[in-house]
């Protein structure tokens, strides 16, 4: 099987989406942000599909194409031998993982670029789930056309229990998957959750089939589902300090925060901290 990740923030922590492709069921995982020059490999979904009565959801032609792009073969069977060359991926975090670099060099040096639930995506990098699952991570290609800030207040003060620069009560959050969907509220600077009722900017990702003809959720993976998301330290990979929103458990190795009397390390311990884990996107 394999999945997609498609994160939608990125700062330390990617929020993600993961889409999974596998005989039937397949999932994926992305994330936001720009890219210029690459290689379109299609539409992953055939056209129609939420009408179609046999169940056809993705184009094989073009989930061949993603496969060459991870592994430079365009077969399923290719994944599975990827992941069992450790001069095709790396272990980072206790993780199998394809960089992104192996997948630039696999088009030629350049981007991949990919199209699922009507966004463009750059495939940036693939890995094997706590199931044994494989996945692949996508990044938005383009930027929002009208920027969301990410808390509509700041403050260093970790006195609240949903302080501004936290990313599961943040505001970014709440407006993009909506309160109605999956996320509990945006912090306010009284210290309170604003739980005005919105729905989910990006619902063919973060709905149920039930209520979306169209939804793709149940091919997404979750960042709970990826070690690396559970443990990840920044600082481990070259970075000053370990990041807050970074991991969502016990983080790996020695943690060095930027200041240890302000927000990092006791963002952690606050109420929700975590909750991201299980988003879809």
Not at 253 to 262: M, R
């Amino acid at each position: 099987m394999l999945y997609i990740l498609t994160p939608l923030f990125c700062a330390g922590l990617c929020l993600g989406t993961v889409f999974s492709f596998y005989n039937k069921d397949n999932k994926v995982s992305a994330s936001a942000a720009d890219s210029s020059a690459g290689v379109s490999i299609g539409k992953l979904t055939v056209d129609n599909y939420e009408n179609l009565t046999d169940g056809k959801v993705f184009d094989a032609s073009v989930l061949n194409k993603l496969y060459k792009a991870i592994t430079g073969t365009a077969s399923y069977s290719s994944l599975q031998s990827a992941f069992n060359n450790t001069s095709i991926y790396k272990t980072i975090f206790e993780s199998k993982v394809i960089q992104g670099s192996t997948i630039y060099e696999n088009a030629g040096n350049k981007d991949t670029f990919v199209t699922f639930g009507g966004i463009e995506w750059v495939v940036t990098s693939a890995t094997v789930d706590k199931g044994g699952e494989y996945v692949v991570t996508l990044l938005q290609k383009e930027a929002s056309a009208s920027p969301v800030q990410y808390s509509t207040w700041s403050n260093d003060s970790m006195a609240k229990e949903y302080p501004s620069n936290m990313y599961s009560t943040s505001y970014i959050r709440n407006y993009h998957l909506g309160i109605v969907d999956n996320a509990a509220g945006y912090s306010s600077s009284d210290g309170s959750l604003n739980c005005t009722n919105k729905a989910s900017t990006y619902q063919v990702f973060t709905k149920d089939k039930s209520s979306l003809s169209t939804s793709l959720k149940r091919f997404l993976d979750t960042p709970n589902d990826i070690k690396y998301q559970e443990i990840e330290n920044a600082r481990t990979q070259g970075a000053n300090n370990t990041q807050a929103n970074d991991a969502y458990g016990t983080i790996s190795g020695t943690t060095v925060w930027y200041s240890d009397t302000n927000s990092a390390s006791k963002l952690i311990s606050k109420t929700n901290y975590s909750n991201w884990k299980t988003d879809t996107i």
